[in-house]
C-alpha cells in the first residue's frame, strides 16, 4: 500500500492519494470500498430489511471498518465491546475510543468482559488452565458470548470484522499442518454461516472480500481513531505469516480477494460433512450449544 502517490486516480481523474491494487482518491476509494461491501452484502444476502445486527468491535481497523461501512449503508445495528482481560488486546482507553465511536453516530453500545459475563473470577487463570495459546482460548470466549448475547437481547446476525487475510492465513496453515478438523472449519469463515441451532445467531463477514491494507486504509480517510490489540497490531505483527503473506503481496496485490472467493466456492463441498460431524447438543451444565455433554467454557471452570 502507498501513501500520496504520483498517479492520478483512476476513476476521477485527479491526484491519487493511495494504491493497493489501484490508485484512488480518497473520496473514490471510499466509494470503491463502500459498493464493494454493498455488493457482497446483496449477493449473499448477508442482510434482510427487518434485520438487527450486533457488531463486534475489538477497538482495530477491521472491526471499525466493518461497523462504520454498515452504519453508513443505513442497516440497523449495534456494537459490542468486551474487555478480554489481556493487557495487549484491550484497555480503559480502547473502550473510550470505541464508545466515542458509537456516540458519534448514535450506534447503541454495549459493554462487558469475560470475567463479567462469564462469572470468572480470574481471567488469567482461566487462560492458564484452557492450555491453549491465548488467541484460541479469547476466540472461543468471544464466539460463545457473541452468540449468548446477541440472542438475549434480539439480534438477528452477528457481524465480525474478519477479511481476506484472516482467511487466507487460516487456510495456508490449516493446509500445511494437514488437520482436517481445521480445513472443516473453513466452512465456519465463509460471508455467511447460517444458523443450525434455535439457540445460534446467523453470523455474517461483510468484509470477506476485503484486504488488510484496505481497512486500514479506510480508517486513515474516514479520520477513525483506532485503538486494537497491540498483539495483532497491523503495524507492530512480527509473526512468519505476515511476512510471507507480504511478500507475495508486492507481486500479485490482489491474490489474497482471488483465494477467498475461491474458497467460497468450494465451502459447499465442505458444508455437509460439517454439519454431519457437529452433531449439536445442548451444554448439560450452561445449556449453550456445543458438540460434547458439556462445552468447553464449562470444562475448564470445572478445572479450575
Known sequence: MTFEINMRCISCKKQAEIKI?????????LRHYQRRVEKMIKKFKLIHKNDKVLVAVSGGKDSFSCADVLWQLGFDIS???????????????????????????????????????????????????????ICATCGMLKRALFNKLARENGFTKIATGHCADDIVKYFFKSMLAGDRDSILWLSK???????????????????????????????????????????????????????????????????????ARTLEKIDIQLREKRKQKEGLKECAICGEITNQEICAICNIKRKI
Open 21 to 29: 491494487t489501484q490508485a484512488f482518491c480518497s473520496e473514490c476509494f
Open 79 to 133: 456494537v459490542l465491546h468486551i474487555d478480554v482481560g489481556v493487557k495487549q488486546c484491550t484497555s480503559p482507553r480502547t473502550k473510550r475510543v470505541v464508545e466515542k465511536f458509537c456516540k458519534e453516530r448514535k450506534i447503541p453500545f454495549y459493554f462487558t468482559s469475560f470475567e463479567e459475563f462469564f462469572e470468572i473470577d480470574d481471567i488469567n487463570k482461566f487462560f492458564k488452565v484452557a492450555k491453549r495459546p
Open 189 to 259: 469463515l465463509k460471508p455467511l454461516t447460517p444458523s443450525t441451532h434455535k439457540k445460534i445467531v446467523t453470523r455474517i463477514r461483510p468484509l470477506f472480500e476485503m484486504l488488510e491494507v484496505e481497512n486500514l486504509a479506510y480508517t486513515k480517510f474516514r479520520n477513525i481513531t483506532v485503538a486494537g490489540c497491540v498483539m495483532c497490531s497491523y503495524f507492530q505483527r512480527k509473526d512468519k505469516w505476515t511476512e510471507i503473506l507480504r511478500e507475495i503481496d508486492k507481486f500479485i496485490p490482489d491474490w489474497k480477494i482471488k483465494i
